[in-house]
């Protein structure tokens, strides 16, 4: 049975959510005093509190709406793989940071959804800056919880909107996660987020007759979502809030808007393991709630550093269990020679001085063999090297040049240029693909700079040359 833990890190408190299969075990929050809130030593406390780092859990943080960047696109193909690299493209105009600062994901939407034309896709964009995803990492690195995913409210509140909310089967509904002192505007449908929005406006500003504030604010998302088409039409606006529900703003909604309204308890239809749901200062967050119960992939926000990592601790583990097989058989295959010489009559010290001789005799063997693959991999690598360089000026289009040019160990080249126009890159990436010699291009960023010439685009390609192409 799965078990999965969710965490959210706000700047006032730390929520933590545990599931074990479709129920819920435990919630709890954790608020942060004092002038340097550390959200590590929040989420400590809740670890020995409530104990919940249960062996096998899936950890996965979620960033509040606040913290994370998102645009909508409209791009010119269907294919995944083609649709990233654009998205790679796209982040340099849409995103006013440097790539390697933001870890980045983005969402493909359900074919014409938003009356797309014939073969485009529309995307919604999410980023997260490297100071915010830092302070997660070492708060949960203080406390030892390994970090699986990272992922964003809106997806979390578009996912409990699809499972639980009575406008589950509408194409698109407006949900406003309504807390404390903030809010969250969704317009999400069946799983899937269109656009999403923070708000400093909450249920205490709510109490204090404070709505047509947010009136004026709700109409300008939803407008700026409709001439955008950024999606389907809002069918219904739905309130997600622990409170009770507020009359006045309902009717309030339903006059601005024309569209029923509903009011649901984020916690309402949720199965609770052995114990009933908690009050309402520990009622858990709909998108909490959402991620943990999802069962379809969305957005990933998860960092290269900790993928690359975690793709090395899997590389060496495997490394040490064939190192570990190997030895075994190695014991196994020496004993049975052990007892087959005993079984001969031969002493212990002639099976001693014939293991020394063959070490003697694999090592001069080894040896030789060292320098024949030395000189055909000097051989090999002059050769396969400029038809490679070859290959890739051959994809070079006008306009675009390179500065700098390597090649590492593994067959991995990184390639560093400059373009007067985006487009450009991606027509070279295309190129290096066609040619056949590459089996992954990535685009590591791209930045604009100006320089005498005027505004171009710097760019880093890495490129992984295909297996078998080189003998």
């Not at 979502?225 to 009770?244: C, F, H, N």
Request: charged content about 20%; aromatic content about 8%.
């Amino acid at each position: 049975m799965t078990i999965r833990t969710v965490i959210m890190i706000t700047d006032t408190r730390v929520s933590v959510l545990q599931v074990s299969g479709d129920a819920v075990v435990f919630s709890a929050v954790q608020e942060l005093t004092g002038p340097a809130p550390d959200p590590g030593a929040g989420l400590v406390g809740l670890a020995r509190s409530k104990g919940f780092m249960r062996a096998g859990a899936e950890v996965w943080v979620v960033f509040p709406r606040k913290s994370v960047i998102m645009r909508q696109l409209v791009l010119p193909s269907r294919d995944p793989e083609e649709l990233r690299r654009m998205v790679e493209l796209q982040c340099a105009q849409q995103v006013p940071y440097a790539r390697e600062d933001i870890a980045l994901d983005f969402m493909a939407l359900d074919g014409n959804a938003g009356g797309y034309p014939a073969g485009y896709t529309g995307v919604v964009l999410a980023a997260v800056l490297r100071e915010q995803y830092q302070r997660v990492i070492q708060a949960c690195a203080g406390a030892g919880v390994p970090l699986k995913h990272m992922t964003l409210s809106s997806w979390g509140l578009a996912q409990w909107c699809a499972r639980f909310s009575v406008a589950a089967p509408e194409a698109a509904s407006c949900v406003i996660d309504l807390q404390d002192a903030e809010c969250e505007i969704c317009v999400c449908g069946r799983g899937k987020v269109f656009t999403s929005r923070y708000l400093d406006w909450g249920f205490t500003q709510l109490a204090a007759g404070s709505i047509q504030g947010f009136i004026r604010q709700l109409e300008m998302t939803l407008a700026n979502y409709t001439r955008q088409k950024s999606g389907p039409a809002a069918l219904s606006i739905v309130v997600v809030s622990p409170e009770v529900r507020d009359e006045s703003f309902c009717q309030e909604l339903t006059q601005s808007f024309g569209l029923p309204v509903h009011w649901e308890a984020p916690a309402g239809k949720v199965q609770w393991k052995g114990k009933p749901a908690p009050g309402r200062d520990n009622a858990p967050r709909a998108a909490l709630i959402g991620v943990a119960l999802a069962r379809e992939k969305g957005f990933d926000l998860i960092p290269d550093e900790i993928k690359l990592g975690a793709q090395e601790r899997q590389r060496r583990s495997m490394a040490w269990r064939l190192a570990l097989a190997g030895g075994l058989a190695f014991l196994a295959l020496i004993a049975v020679f052990s007892v087959e010489r005993v079984k001969g009559g031969l002493y212990v010290e002639a099976l001693e001085n014939e293991s020394a001789d063959l070490k003697v005799k694999a090592a001069k063997v080894e040896e030789k063999s060292g320098r024949i693959r030395l000189l055909a991999g000097l051989i090999n690598d002059r050769l396969f090297v400029a038809d490679v360089i070859a290959a890739i000026y051959q994809a070079i289009p006008p306009g675009m040049s390179l500065v700098s040019l390597s090649l590492s160990q593994g067959y991995s080249m990184v390639l560093q240029g400059v373009a007067i126009r985006n487009e450009d890159i991606n027509i070279f990436q295309k190129a290096l693909l066609a040619s056949g010699w590459f089996g992954k291009v990535g685009l590591e960023f791209v930045n604009k700079r100006i320089e005498a010439s005027g505004e171009v685009n710097f760019f880093k390609i890495v490129l992984q040359i295909k297996d078998g192409v080189v003998k």
